[in-house]
């Protein structure tokens, strides 16, 4: 260990997706999902802060994943599926409006039996989305297959084709008649053969909680005063995302790095000369 004197500390060691401890007492549905983050996100800024008496926030939100290929650690876009595509259980049928936010996906996915689902989505979808960075990757990985048929896709991921049949008729009929049973608003097209089908599960991407700041990165007491000398940013301060995955705000984790190192660094820098 190397102690090094300082006037002012930044926090800035990310969030805590991989601390298998932390996601348990914080983030329990999402404790046993995949992991799609970096490795070095183990919580240790924001314990440090807690030691030091400062006050946590939305230590539950978090950014979920609903797309990850689990077999290639590869990821869908999107648009495979808010573009016309669907998502079955291993029971062969639809259980979420498919215009969810991804995020939201994640956790959805991961609740149901075995954490993975298929989705489903036909050359029209593909063709919209091939040329994305995701789903190049996972078609060099091997990831998604293309099915003539239902019934190949069933034999191929383990599906009652009976049901799968079925579901997919039901699909089709609620897009002609503009109405979905489990509240689709967006009901791009029919689905027509030929399909593509990738396994999916829902996965953790990052955290969003952490050590409460203010407007200059300064960390935060309970009481309100801030911690002396002791700032943070990126992963280690609370964003401006709410609870669970259903309050990610898309580049909120961008946000708290560019945002609150530059607002941190500044106001440590400057106060060392002013005594603030």
């Given at each position: ?6 006037q ?12 298998c ?102 050359e ?16 060099q ?33 609620a ?26 599960c ?63 660094g500044?106001h ?5 000369h002013?005594?603030?």
């Open positions: 260990m190397r102690r090094i004197a300082a002012r500390v930044v926090l800035a060691t990310g969030g805590f997706g991989a601390n401890e932390l996601l348990a007492a914080h983030i329990p549905e999402m404790a046993q999902a995949p992991y799609f983050g970096a490795p070095s996100n183990t919580g240790e800024g924001i314990v440090w802060g807690l030691e030091a008496g400062a006050m946590l926030a939305h230590m539950a939100g978090y950014q979920g994943l609903g797309y990850v290929v689990p077999d290639h650690n590869t990821r869908l876009h999107p648009g495979a599926i808010t573009g016309g595509g669907i998502i079955v259980n291993l029971a062969a049928r639809r259980f979420e409006r498919e215009d969810l936010g991804y995020s939201e996906w994640g956790r959805v996915l991961h609740g149901q039996p075995g954490g993975v689902g298929v989705a489903i989505w036909d029209e979808a593909h063709r919209a989305v091939a040329w994305t960075a995701q789903m190049v990757e996972s078609q990985a091997g990831a998604l297959a293309r099915c003539e048929t239902v019934g190949e896709v069933a034999q191929r991921f383990g599906l009652d084709v009976a049901t799968l049949a079925e579901t997919l008729a039901a699909h089709n009929r897009v002609a008649e503009g109405r979905d049973p489990l509240g689709r608003r967006k009901l791009p097209k029919q689905l027509i053969p030929p399909y593509y089908a990738a396994r999916v829902g996965a953790l991407a990052h955290t969003q909680g952490g050590l409460r700041i203010d407007l200059h990165g300064r960390v935060l007491r309970p009481d309100g005063r801030p911690v002396p000398n002791l700032y943070a940013g990126g992963g280690s301060a609370v964003g401006i995302s709410g609870r669970g995955a259903d309050g990610y705000i898309g580049g909120n984790g961008l946000l708290a790095a560019l945002g609150l190192g530059k607002l941190a500044d440590a820098a400057t106060s060392i002013t005594g603030d």
